[in-house]
């Protein structure tokens, strides 16, 4: 087990390398001039020589980006060129809030998406598992922006009911904190149950297939426990890859409902930083997050053999 994490984490290290070059090579061949942007109307030549001397962006790209991954390699990101301000501190700041998100969204899908693809795939081809294969289509469907907007416009004006504009911490209070997040976390977490509830209905009709529940109905094992205890439990494998791919997403794409509901989350910050051509935010924020997606990768690959006994980590 510690060889295959080993190796595993040594796996990563060409892909975040990767991974750097490519954010990096992206953010300067993207059109635009910082300085331009900084300095507005006051925007001489002689005045943006001196603000690329005074950022570095007048040294060669190969050394700006060395300069900038031996800073990540302690843990400085930079500082923002708009604010000045230390970009890491801010990321994290702003993590725990897409990070609560990501979690209640999943929560979510889960409890809809799992129950309701058993249910699929133990009434393969009658109405239930059509209509919920229906479902699960417009759940992937359609768009978290469109749902967004029809959410917030259904509650406004059928009900009334506005969204709270200010964010609370959950420990400051949770109550608060679940109540602004409910409406931002189930929607993605619609588009998150319809894609697992897919995986999961495919996933209980190959395994209801197997020699083995077959072999547990004719000893007589009720069809609960067969169905919880022996197939559920090897059908999880496939849904569990979906699952910490669909986190992994989330953590990266919430910036449009974050967007929608003015939350001040890690989304928002890369998208103002694009917005702003704040080049180490961007920088930063994409790193950070590609280092949570291995991590979840990792995480999933160590529960594979927990799931499944027969999975050797050798």
């Known amino acids: 087990m510690y060889i295959f994490i080993i190796r595993r984490i040594l796996s990563i290290i060409p892909v975040l390398f990767g991974i750097t070059v490519f954010i990096f090579l992206i953010m300067h061949v993207i059109p635009g001039d910082i300085t331009s942007i900084l300095l507005g109307t006051e925007a001489t030549p002689e005045l943006k020589e001196q603000l690329k001397e005074k950022l570095g962006l007048n040294l060669p790209l190969y050394q700006q980006y060395w300069n900038w991954l031996l800073g990540v390699l302690v843990g400085d990101f930079g500082e923002s060129l708009r604010t000045g301000a230390p970009i890491l501190p801010e990321i994290l700041n702003r993590f725990t809030l897409t990070f609560e998100l990501t979690i209640f969204a999943s929560i979510i899908a889960w409890v809809i998406a799992i129950p309701l693809g058993i249910i699929a795939g133990i009434h393969r081809n009658t109405k239930t598992d059509i209509g919920l294969r229906i479902v699960s289509l417009m759940g992937v469907s359609v768009p978290n922006f469109a749902l967004a907007t029809l959410l917030i416009l259904v509650l406004s004006l059928q009900f009334n009911y506005f969204t709270p504009v200010d964010y609370v911490g959950f420990f400051e209070n949770p109550l608060k904190n679940m109540e602004r997040l409910f409406l931002p976390a189930l929607v993605l977490g619609t588009a998150m149950a319809g894609s ?16 083995f529940v077959r072999t547990a109905r004719a000893k007589g094992i009720k069809e609960r426990a067969v169905i919880f205890r022996h197939a559920f439990r090897n059908a999880m ?78």
Request: glycine share 10%; no cysteine; net charge positive.
């Open 196 to 211: 697992i509830m897919r995986m999961t209905r495919s996933s209980i009709l190959e395994v209801l297939r197997q020699d």
């Open 237 to 314: 494998i496939p849904i569990l890859t979906v699952i910490g791919m669909q986190i992994g997403f989330l953590l990266g794409g919430t910036v449009i409902v974050e967007q929608i509901f003015s939350l001040p989350g890690l989304g928002q910050y890369v998208l103002t930083g694009i917005t702003q051509r704040d080049i180490p935010v961007v920088q930063g924020s994409i790193l950070f997050i590609a280092v949570m997606f291995v991590t979840i990768n990792l995480i999933v690959d160590l529960l594979y053999g927990y799931l499944n006994p027969r999975i050797s980590y050798k």
